[in-house]
């Protein structure tokens, strides 16, 4: 089975300041047809879990545009530009290239 | 669009069996996409649990594969879990979820996704006596 871990696991964060969550898989997940199949999500308190990137680097519909993903095979980085207070959350990674499908442990982001 | 709906007993006993449905419309379930249970408890974070296609393939998470059950009914466009012989560790908020793009043009072969962008509101499931 695929192990997804992250870190760090707890990153405060200031508004206005960059973040960055690493992410990494304990095999390859690059596809053979070029995609790397590994998504990023956010579950803020009261909601439904949120698709940020798909596929290593495509963001999703409706996500802003100080999100981005980037990485490939086995290390993965989701990098937050400027942090808005609205980005509290925890983040998680996950793996569809094998089943059993797998998140990373989560990284919970509040504010400083 | 599709949209998912989770329902199902909000408190279930010890030892007893979880059963919640997945309503899914905007889209029919025949649509070469796969459908996935997921849930969210604060000690184990999002743990994914299983899916299953329209075909009644499914790919369960070892952790619980004794215990679980995906299955399917094309005719009223839902899909079901089952979880058996439940404890307290099994207290959580319960997901559906799916693809979009695949449920709306289907997907298959090597260009098959499974990244999660429609999430039914969860349903939160305790189990206590």
């Known amino acids: 089975d695929i192990v997804m871990t992250q870190s760090p696991l707890s990153l405060p964060v200031t508004p206005g300041e960059p973040a960055s969550i690493s992410c990494r898989s304990s095999q390859s997940l690059l596809h053979s047809n070029g995609y790397n199949y590994l998504d990023w999500y956010v579950l803020k308190p009261g909601q439904s879990p949120q698709l940020l990137i798909y596929l290593g680097s495509n963001r999703a519909s409706g996500v802003p545009d100080r999100f981005s993903g980037s990485g490939s095979g086995t290390d993965f980085t989701l990098q937050i530009s400027r942090v808005e207070a609205e980005d509290v959350g925890i983040y998680y990674c996950m793996q569809t290239l094998n089943t059993p499908r797998a998140f990373g442990p989560g990284t919970r982001v509040d504010i400083k | 669009q599709v949209q998912l709906r989770e329902s199902g007993p909000g408190l279930v006993k010890p030892s007893g069996t979880l059963t919640l449905t997945c309503a899914v419309s905007g889209e029919s379930i025949r649509s070469g996409n796969w459908w996935s249970w997921v849930r969210q408890s604060p000690e184990k974070g999002l743990e994914w649990i299983g899916e299953?296609?329209?075909?009644?393939?499914?790919n369960y998470n070892p952790s619980l594969k004794s215990r679980v059950t995906i299955s399917v009914e094309t005719s009223n466009n839902q899909f079901f879990l089952k979880l058996s012989s439940v404890t307290a560790a099994d207290t959580a908020v319960y997901y559906c979820?799916?693809?979009?793009?695949?449920?709306?043009?289907?997907?298959?072969?090597?260009?098959?996704?499974?990244?999660?962008?429609?999430w039914g509101k969860g349903t939160t499931v305790t189990v206590s006596s």
């Open positions: 979820a799916t693809n979009s793009y695949c449920a709306r043009s289907g997907c298959y072969g090597t260009y098959q996704y499974y990244y999660m962008d429609v």
């Open positions: 299953i296609n329209d075909s009644g393939t499914f």
